[in-house]
């Protein structure tokens, strides 16, 4: 856990309700990514998130975080606005992305996912541990939000829980409007939830996380605009 210099105080514990974030770079491990290009694509979102975060009214100082090798989990201590993480967050993450890309070489550049979630969680003197703690890295691992990435060619995907949506999302829609957010419905391992993908600035029509037509049959969507998919590794 990544603990700013001059902290006294500790994680929050005890089931402490916070906002939870979880980020993490599409295909880091991609063949055309050398080491060097992977140091400094983690250098680079830790930049990108920490001016994010402090843009948006979240102190990156305040938040706890954990490092998980392509991405980073964010946990946001209570008494700090939970609607930033909505409106303005993903908007400028989005934008600090694409800056980067514009003057990165290919390999370098980067394609995040995001998911957010609001829950109780606890640690254990190792790290943040908990049921919310799962579904937000099962969101994150989501088949759907993958696609709406991808099919997109977008710089940032987010998916939030069916929580957040209704607590959050259709509450407040002078933030983002509800209708940009799209269904969805999926498995990882033992987790089966509904949540809500988000890809910022991008047009309606790329927003579905429809996945491509070469998947194989039984991840076809039907026909509505709520998706199923199911992961078991």
Same mark, same amino acid.
């Given at each position: 856990? $990544? =603990?700013?210099?001059?902290?006294?105080?500790?994680? &929050? #514990?005890?089931?402490?309700?916070?906002?939870?974030?979880? #980020?993490?770079?599409?295909?880091? $491990? !991609?063949?055309d990514r050398d080491d060097d290009v992977r140091m400094f694509m983690r250098e680079e979102l830790y930049r990108i998130l920490e001016r994010a975060f402090d843009g948006s009214g979240i102190s990156w100082a305040a938040c706890f !975080?954990? /490092? =998980?090798?392509?991405?980073?989990?964010?946990?946001?201590?209570?008494?700090i606005a939970v609607t930033r993480i909505?409106?303005?967050?993903?908007? !400028?993450?989005?934008?600090l992305i694409r800056r980067h890309n514009h003057v990165s070489s290919a390999a370098a550049q980067i394609q995040l996912r995001a998911a957010a979630h609001l829950g109780p969680v606890d640690?254990?003197?190792?790290?943040?541990?908990?049921? /919310?703690?799962?579904?937000?890295?099962?969101?994150?691992?989501?088949?759907?939000?993958?696609?709406?990435?991808?099919?997109?060619?977008? /710089?940032?995907?987010?998916?939030?829980?069916?929580?957040?949506? !209704?607590?959050?999302?259709?509450?407040?829609?002078?933030?983002?409007? &509800?209708?940009?957010?799209?269904?969805?419905?999926?498995?990882?391992?033992? $987790?089966?939830?509904?949540?809500?993908?988000?890809?910022p600035s991008a047009p309606p029509s790329s927003r579905t996380g429809i996945p491509p037509v070469t998947l194989q049959a039984r991840n076809r969507p039907s026909s509505t605009s709520r998706i199923f998919s199911t992961e078991t590794g």
């Open positions: 856990m $990544t =603990r700013p210099a001059g902290r006294t105080h500790g994680p &929050p #514990v005890g089931g402490q309700v916070c906002a939870l974030i979880a #980020v993490d770079i599409a295909e880091f $491990t !991609r063949p !975080r954990e /490092d =998980r090798g392509d991405g980073v989990l964010v946990i946001v201590p209570p008494g909505i409106d303005p967050l993903p908007e !400028r993450l989005h934008g640690h254990d003197g190792h790290g943040f541990v908990g049921t /919310d703690i799962d579904l937000l890295f099962r969101m994150l691992d989501a088949r759907p939000l993958k696609h709406a990435l991808a099919n997109a060619g977008a /710089d940032l995907a987010l998916v939030v829980s069916d929580y957040v949506h !209704r607590t959050i999302v259709s509450r407040h829609p002078s933030l983002i409007s &509800p209708a940009a957010f799209r269904p969805i419905r999926f498995q990882v391992k033992y $987790t089966r939830a509904p949540a809500w993908t988000y890809v």
